[in-house]
């Protein structure tokens, strides 16, 4: 029995500061869920009402990126990174007046 297969050689061309950009962003993401920042929670509950709530949120304060996270059995809408608690009440103070049921919390170490 004879195989053949082919061979080739890639040659890869890229900016050497895309490896610079994508370590910094790396470590932009470590501190996501660092213990030590805050975040405000808008929702939990079901899927649809969840992603309707996010689509809300990102509508009206587009300086907060929301994220759906689920914790069984609820979806839950996070916004903000903020690395103060007073950084994160002034926020909180503006998201309640539309979504009254959010509070400030810090999200689980553990989470990467």
Known sequence: ?????????????Q???????????KQ???????????KIQIYSGNRATAQKAKADFKETFSNWNP????????????????STRLDA????VKIKKKFPSAFIFKPKKDKN
């Open 1 to 13: 029995m004879t195989c053949l297969a082919q061979e080739g050689h890639i040659a890869l061309n």
């Open 15 to 25: 900016d050497r500061n895309i490896s610079v950009l994508l370590d910094l962003k």
């Open 28 to 38: 932009m993401n470590k501190n996501e869920y660092d213990s030590n920042r805050y």
């Open 67 to 82: 994220t759906i996270e689920y914790e069984t059995p609820n979806f839950k809408i996070w916004a903000g990174n903020f």
């Open 89 to 92: 009440d002034r926020a909180l």
